[in-house]
């Protein structure tokens, strides 16, 4: 399995902040990297999939970057809707296509 | 309008099968996988499986093959997660959700809200 390491596992930040959390996988799995965010109670919602595009309705203050084994999801801008958990998952190999642990973005 | 709709809670004993739902709607089922996603309270993500309705393709994640079955109806666009035995360690919430997948790009892009399974004696 391929497996994805998720950092920081939570943060604190403030509103106008900005926020970058990282994911490193275990072997090379090109831009088949995406990111989710999850608010407790509800299910996880897309945000950018292949590592860097942005899924249809979501804020511009969100970005993501890298490729092979190093990736990262940047908030430009910290607005309080944003406090939530994110996870990224890797689906470049199959079964399974891992989660990371989570990153709680709290508010300081 | 993709629209991913699961059945409600379950609360069941050891022991005692089960059946989940998700039924879709607003797009060609057989032309997209679901997907099953686990999430134990308080804990993170956990990818248990997808199938492929058009053609009944399964995978498994290791740890789950074996403890449950995913299957669709093609009838009514409806997707299953079945348990024979089910065991307290199953107590989770189990999410599915529309697997968009090409040549580029694998990712979860719609998502049911989610059933909340409880096993307790």
């Known amino acids: 399995d391929i497996q994805v390491t998720q950092s920081p596992s939570s943060l604190s930040a403030s509103v106008g902040d900005r926020v970058t959390i990282t994911c490193r996988a275990s072997?090379?799995?090109?831009?088949?990297l995406n990111w989710y965010q999850q608010k407790p109670g509800t299910a996880p919602k897309l945000l950018i999939y292949s590592a860097s595009t942005l899924h249809s309705g979501v804020p511009s203050r969100f970005s993501g970057s890298g490729s092979g084994t190093h990736f990262s999801l940047t908030i430009n801008g910290l607005q309080p809707e944003d406090f939530a958990t994110y996870y990224c998952?890797?689906?470049?190999?199959?079964?399974?296509?891992?989660f990371g642990q989570g990153t709680n973005v709290e508010i300081k | 309008e993709v629209q991913v709709l699961q059945s409600g809670a379950e609360v069941k004993k050891p022991g005692e099968s089960l059946n989940i739902s998700c039924k879709v709607s607003?797009?060609?089922?057989?032309?997209?996988?679901i997907g099953w996603v686990r999430q134990v309270p308080g804990k993170g993500l956990d990818w248990v499986g997808i199938?492929?309705?058009?053609?009944?393709?399964?995978r498994y994640s290791p740890p789950f093959e074996g403890q449950v079955t995913i299957s669709v109806d093609k009838s009514v666009n409806t997707a299953y997660l079945q348990w024979d035995s089910l065991k307290a360690s199953d107590t989770a919430i189990y999410f599915c959700?529309?697997?968009?997948?090409?040549?580029?790009?694998?990712?979860?892009?719609?998502w049911g809200q989610g059933t909340l399974v409880t096993v307790s004696s």
């Open positions: 199938i492929y309705p058009g053609d009944l393709d399964i």
């Open positions: 072997q090379s799995i090109s831009t088949f």
């Open positions: 607003g797009y060609n089922f057989l032309s997209y996988w």
């Open positions: 959700a529309r697997l968009h997948s090409d040549y580029t790009s694998r990712y979860f892009d719609s």
């Open positions: 998952q890797q689906t470049y190999k199959t079964p399974p296509e891992t």
